[in-house]
């Protein structure tokens, strides 16, 4: 499966939306950044796309209102350690009052995975940030790198940034 997102005007992307009800599209806007993201087995129908390969995904962006992405710069040698991780990762989050679901975002032509998740609404994923599961699911204990050896794998900061998504039906 693979997840294509494109950029543009509110008008724009609701137009190429309204033009292409069988595809799995979704709105997504911060501020005034509209994105569109087109998950699909096959090629894509943007023109222009950053192009993704989902390698973990649980749940679905039904009944969903807001999206977070966290950005993450891998490097060539960190990819199989930090896929690792998420394939072998405790499902805290899936359990998360308001959670709706995730996709792990393998970049097809950058360095910068993408984890996606989906939630009831903002208060949700608020609500999971201040808890005990997401400092446990974020704990590096057990997994306490130099410097040196977090440069090998992840080249520059990760970031977060989150969206509402925008339905048709309101």
């Not at 999206?67 to 891998?74: G, K, L, Q």
């Not at 998420?86 to 097809?108: C, H, M, S, T, Y």
């Amino acid at each position: 499966m693979f997840c294509y997102i494109t950029s543009g005007t509110y008008p724009y992307l609701t137009n190429f939306q309204q033009n292409h009800p069988d595809e799995q599209l979704l709105l997504l806007q911060d501020q005034d950044v509209f994105m569109l993201l087109h998950e699909t087995e096959g090629k894509t129908i943007f023109k222009e796309s950053r192009s993704y390969e989902i390698f973990e995904s649980a749940g679905s962006a039904d009944g969903s209102a807001f999206a977070a992405m966290n950005y993450v710069p891998v490097t060539d040698e960190g990819r199989p350690v930090f896929e690792y991780r998420f394939k072998n990762r405790a499902k805290l989050i899936d359990k998360q009052p308001g959670f709706r679901g995730i996709r792990v975002l393998r970049p097809l032509k950058s360095d910068t995975y993408i984890v996606l998740t989906f939630w009831k609404d903002e208060a949700s994923f608020t609500a999971w940030k201040k808890s005990q599961t997401f400092a446990h699911a974020h704990d590096k204990s057990g997994t306490v790198l130099s410097k040196k050896e977090k440069k090998k794998i992840y080249p520059r900061p990760s970031y977060v940034k989150t969206y509402q998504i925008l339905r048709e039906d309101g």
